[in-house]
């Protein structure tokens, strides 16, 4: 249980495009939706926190016109990098939760390019 | 959320139990520990997670210091697919649900 997939797994794309990037729950609702970012040899790092019908709430530092997140469903939230520059390139990784407060479950990952 | 500290890296012998270490000398009494690993290019996955008792699962056992301020998970019988970076993060369960990473330990299994 407790499984959580995200399409695509990898990227490439031309600078000044969107990109749009689906983490889905497969076995449960989820609530509560993250998004985290992580560069090269780095740990992870909050963007936003999604709650289920409502608005995210973006970390300090993080361009809320820029990385466009949607809850619109128990099941699915999307991320979409507008107007993409090669310094966005970066792994995104979404993780979801039942309830607020309760475990996070990661999704796979995924990683952009932008040329 | 509570720091916390450890080793940045660690090696352990295929077969043999790996006992990574964790301190939180500040964690507050709501908060929890927790365990997720990062193998290389994936995801974190889940391990783990406690308040004040013991915990094991069968992926790991996760042994918390009566004082609360250090922990140690532990994986009984080390394989090459858990060599993976190893992040212990506290966190409590209601009011702030972020999780913040810090840089974890780089676990080696050796053959």
């Known amino acids: 249980g407790a499984v959580v997939s995200q399409h695509p797994s990898w990227v490439i794309c031309k600078s000044g495009t969107s990109v749009k990037i689906e983490c889905r729950s497969l076995d449960f609702q989820a609530t509560t939706m993250f998004w985290y970012r992580q560069f090269p040899k780095q740990s992870l790092m909050l963007m936003a926190t999604?709650?289920?019908?409502?608005?995210?709430?973006?970390e300090q530092g993080v361009e809320k016109d820029k990385f466009l997140i949607n809850h619109a469903s128990l099941t699915l939230s999307t991320l979409t990098v507008t107007s993409a520059h090669p310094e966005d390139s970066s792994f995104y990784i979404c993780?979801?939760?039942?309830?607020?407060?309760?475990?996070?479950?990661f999704g796979p990952g995924t990683r952009l390019l932008v040329l | 959320d509570a720091k916390t500290t450890q080793p940045p890296s660690m090696d352990c012998a295929e077969g043999r139990a790996a006992n990574l270490p964790c301190n939180h000398s500040?964690?507050?009494?709501?908060?929890?520990v927790y365990w997720y690993r990062q193998i290389h290019s994936q995801g974190p996955q889940y391990i783990i997670h406690?308040?004040?008792n013991n915990e094991t699962n069968e992926m790991a056992s996760l042994i918390i210091t009566e004082d609360r301020k250090s922990s140690t998970l532990i994986l009984p019988h080390a394989t090459l697919r858990d060599t993976a970076v190893y992040y212990c993060i506290v966190r409590a369960n209601f009011g702030n649900e972020k999780l913040t990473f810090g840089t974890g330990t780089r676990l080696t299994i050796i053959p």
């Open positions: 500040t964690i507050s009494g709501n908060e929890y």
């Open positions: 999604s709650n289920e019908g409502s608005k995210a709430t973006y």
């Open positions: 993780s979801a939760a039942a309830q607020r407060g309760e475990t996070q479950y």
């Open positions: 406690g308040l004040k």
